[in-house]
């Protein structure tokens, strides 16, 4: 499958724990592997396995299996935070990856549909079912969220 | 690249109205190692997205062959029926195939002595019977 990687981009974009976003891609091959007859039918095989995989992000998000899940991780992340922060102020990259993980679903999704797979905006239409004017406002707030929390980072480094 | 191009990309880039060739174009002048001093602060994100596209997706799919296993086994199962039927009919063949009509005469005739002489015993099981049900009452 050439676009599996990107579809595991977008899992662990929304589920942020690599374990999940594996789990995740593992189970939307599957899916696609067991329709692979019908598969024909469809007009853009990428697109819908990416409307797939995101459906099937956020029922997990939704699902308590992954409430549990966030739990755990959470705590994991407070037991560790203050090493964490000590490593990640001086590695600006890592936060910008922090800011993304913080943005809501939808402008994540975009996000990484845009700016990381380089689609059209035409393609990420099809793909979340979004108006491409709706898209473009989602992708830059998303952009300038990123941006500003970044320079706010940076000032108060330097303060 | 000059600068002035740049830092038109960067604005376009925020309000979202840059190509995807445009944002090409951002990422590969970040990447670069001559980003201009004041343009430095926006490096991390263009570096993070670059970043973000290199990971692959490495865990194995276990396709389910434990499915087709079965089906295989049910067609040899099937297959190892149908010979079987196959083998076992030649049993059921007439008895005058395969023997001459002497033969099944002289069967039939020690057949006959053998019941017969079977008759004989059961009738001596008769009187045992009897025998059996006088004694009893002599016990009681």
Not at chain 2, 11 to 16: D, H, I, P, R, V
Not at chain 2, 43 to 63: G, H
Not at chain 2, 70 to 83: E, G, P, R
């Amino acid at each position: 499958m050439p676009f599996k990687d990107k579809l595991f981009r977008l899992a662990k974009r929304l589920l942020v724990s690599t374990e999940e976003a594996e789990d995740a891609t593992q189970e939307i091959l599957l899916k696609l592997w067991s329709k692979n007859n019908k598969i024909e039918n469809y007009k853009n095989v990428e697109a819908f396995a990416m409307t797939m995989t995101k459906n099937f992000c956020l029922d997990r998000l939704k699902s308590k299996q992954a409430g549990n899940l966030k739990l755990v991780h959470s705590n994991y992340a407070d037991e560790n935070s203050s090493l964490q922060n000590h490593l990640e102020a001086k590695d600006s990259i890592g936060w910008v990856a922090r800011i993304m993980e913080d943005l809501p679903q939808q402008q994540k999704m975009v996000l990484q549909l845009r700016d990381v797979e380089e689609y059209d905006y035409d393609e990420i239409a099809v793909m979340l079912d979004m108006q491409p004017t709706a898209i473009r406002v989602a992708l830059s707030r998303a952009r300038k969220t990123v941006r500003d929390k970044l320079l706010e980072k940076h000032s108060y480094g330097i303060n | 690249m000059e600068l002035t191009k740049i830092e038109q990309l960067l604005e376009k880039y925020f309000e979202a109205t840059t190509t995807v060739a445009e944002e090409k174009t951002l990422k590969a002048y970040f990447s670069s190692n001559d980003v201009a001093g004041h343009l430095k602060a926006y490096e991390p994100i263009f570096v993070q997205l670059t970043k973000a596209k290199n990971e692959t997706f490495t865990k194995r799919v276990p396709l389910k062959s434990k499915n087709n296993l079965y089906k295989w086994m049910s067609v040899a199962a099937a297959i190892t029926l149908l010979f079987g039927v196959y083998f076992l009919q030649p049993t059921n063949e007439t008895l005058e195939t395969e023997y001459t009509q002497e033969e099944i005469a002289s069967a039939k005739e020690a057949l006959k002595l053998l019941a017969f002489n079977f008759d004989k015993g059961s009738q001596q099981i008769t009187h045992l019977q009897e025998f059996e049900k006088n004694t009893n009452k002599f016990l009681k």
